[in-house]
């Protein structure tokens, strides 16, 4: 699992906060919560000490913009490597990295037992070094390591702020580490750390370098819509890690021998016995990219293959932007209702994505009810192919009829004496890849039964809080009209008017104050003024102006995403409190208004939906749209109490460098993808999705 505590330039490291002894503890409560080791409160402030006297170093030589990648951890790294500092080569102009290991340590020997480690005072035997550089510096440059090819200049040392040479000088007895990481730099030899670093960096800003390494790294993961987009549905261009291949190949391997023994038993009586795999995550754990590179490899060798959705917004993404020249490939999606019928021959493969959107029964309200399904939506699924894959995340049920899970899944499977395979991926590309992130919206929403702390910046997730809706409709449609994907998002807290007239005008239902503003279009047909139906909300360019609902965003992602919290949720003396609205029918204009404030989903609020379910559903909502944007999110609440409190929760925009608007984005970490259609309909268009 990738991992990285914080991507900061030096200078905006130190500007965290105003005072060194708050700056300390910060860093160090940090550490210690992502570390998971035993260490000691002072060995984490002592790392804290280090971690700030290096970017000072920086900074003092003019040097604030280099970037320090701190904790890194690369897939299948030895170890995290304390920083990695990101910039540019004075003489050559390429990116230069350089691996950095802090120690806080005042002295050290080296061990008679062992004399290949040493012996530190109040800290026992440790690992030398010299050893430790060496071993993560090979990684790095090595076969499967995120520098491998490039052309960079890089090296590595180990900072010992605290010491003096003669109490380290055995750090350099005979024997120990060579090479151009084993380097040390001690209080007396800062001068020398000087030289160094003035001859690996210059001056210039090192955000592309840390963006180079990221999306390397796998930590801004490629936008799986994107890549799908530029492939013509033919490869998701997408790696598989860890527990994902592991997860892809026992699928395949699955397939492939199920359909084998199918074809022998038409030959001979052989008993065939189907499979059932669960694979379960959070948002961004890559569960999709594990459907859709099953879909692409096992259709490629010849096996039947469908990918079934319970997200509309998904389905029509995929149909409408992804290997639209090719009409088998659209085909090949459907809805987990589409399954009534079995098909005849069963299907080699089926994959459920969103399976916690699974109803307990086939319906549509367009279908005439003799057409519903007579026995269960999950029995349907499992009867329609040899292979059901079920990628699930209990976190994005936003509806009481949604009944997917686990054990739905296992049950279901057990009583055709079939023992699923789970799989569980825990890695999270998602939100910048900010482990911090994901822990701060789960405390913020109560899930993990704490209110949590403050949001502090950590370079790959940015989060402010505006003070009014207009604040954060400019911040939104500013980043849009700079080349950034953006969109608004809210509670569903107003009623949603279908479309008016033959022109289909949309009615301004989001109202705060004198801010109106419209949701998206309601039906599968576009609207006056060129506004996309719902489905297509997220990803068409005119679905800026329009703010979109849970049912609209789940499976989407933008790098700026503006997130409305209606009175649905309301903050009240240290507690969430969730309410029920009702609406009023104004008859001579013949749309709905709110009479009382509070949720109008119209699958969530009726009094038939017990209290606990109603919450549940309304905190997995908000779970959902706060987790849409890649880089940055905007909140705002209509409730003055809430947005109070939203704001201790937030805090300061510690320094406008942090924004990551379009402007302040390297170019590496700009992607540009063109819109599906003829060149007439060519337009600037990005999207990311999120699983």
Sequence with gaps: M????????????????????????????????????????GEHRAWAESLIEMAGELTELGRGEVHMLVECKPDGAPAPIDVVLAGRHPDT????????ELKGWSSAVQSKREPEKVEVPGLGLKTHPGDQLGRTYDFFTGDHGPLKGLQIHYAGFSYLHN????????????????????????RETRFDLHRELLRQFDSNSGATA??????????????LLDAMVHSRGEDTVFTLRGEQKRAADAVSMAVVRIAASAG???????????AVFIIRG?????????????????????????????????????????????????????????????????????????A???????????????RWGKGTQIDELMNAARVTVFLLDGRQSVRPKEVGSVDLVTEAARRRGIEPVTFDLHDQFRCGGSDAYRSWVHDLLGFAGRSGQPWQPDGLMHVEVADSPEELEQTILGEHRSGASARMVAGFCWPWNKPKGRVRRLVRDVRIGGWHRKWNAWGDNTCEDGAPPAKLWGVNPAGVHQIGCVYSSQGLEWDWCG?????????????????????????????????????????????????NDFEECVRNAYHVLLTRGSRAVVVYSTDQETQDYLKRKVGEVAHEGLRPTWRNLPPSARRTVPARGSAKRAVRMRQEVLF
């Design 210 to 223: 840390a963006e180079t390494l990221l999306q390397r790294m796998g930590v801004r993961n490629p936008p």
């Design 282 to 354: 959070g948002a961004g754990s890559g569960k999709s990219a594990i459907g859709l590179e099953l879909m692409r490899r096992l259709s490629g060798q010849g096996h039947t293959v469908k990918y079934a959705s319970g997200s509309r917004a998904f389905d029509a993404s995929m149909r409408d932007h992804v290997g639209f020249r090719d009409g088998a490939f659209k085909e090949q999606f459907a809805f987990f209702s589409s399954f009534i019928d079995p098909p005849v021959p069963r299907l080699d493969l089926l994959i459920c994505d969103e």
């Design 356 to 370: 916690h959107r699974l109803r307990e029964r086939s319906t549509n309200r367009r279908w005439p009810e003799h």
């Design 2 to 41: 990738p991992a990285l505590l914080l991507n900061l330039s030096a200078s905006n490291l130190l500007m965290l906060h105003r005072k060194r002894r708050l700056l300390i503890s910060h860093l160090a409560a940090r550490h210690a919560a992502m570390s998971g080791t035993e260490a000691s409160e």
């Design 93 to 100: 102009g390429r990116d230069s990295f350089t691996l950095v």
């Design 163 to 186: 010491a003096e040479e003669d109490a380290v000088r055995d750090l350099f007895a005979p024997g120990s580490a060579t090479g151009p990481h084993a380097l040390y730099f001690t």
């Design 563 to 611: 997130v409305i919290l209606g009175d649905d949720m309301v903050w009240r003396k240290g507690a969430w409190v969730f309410q029920r609205g009702t609406q009023r029918r104004i008859k001579h204009v013949g749309i709905w208004r709110v009479r009382k404030r509070g949720s109008f989903d119209p699958e969530v609020r009726s009094k038939k939906v017990d209290q």
């Design 264 to 274: 022998e038993s038409l030959l001979v009586d052989i008993p065939q016995r189907d």
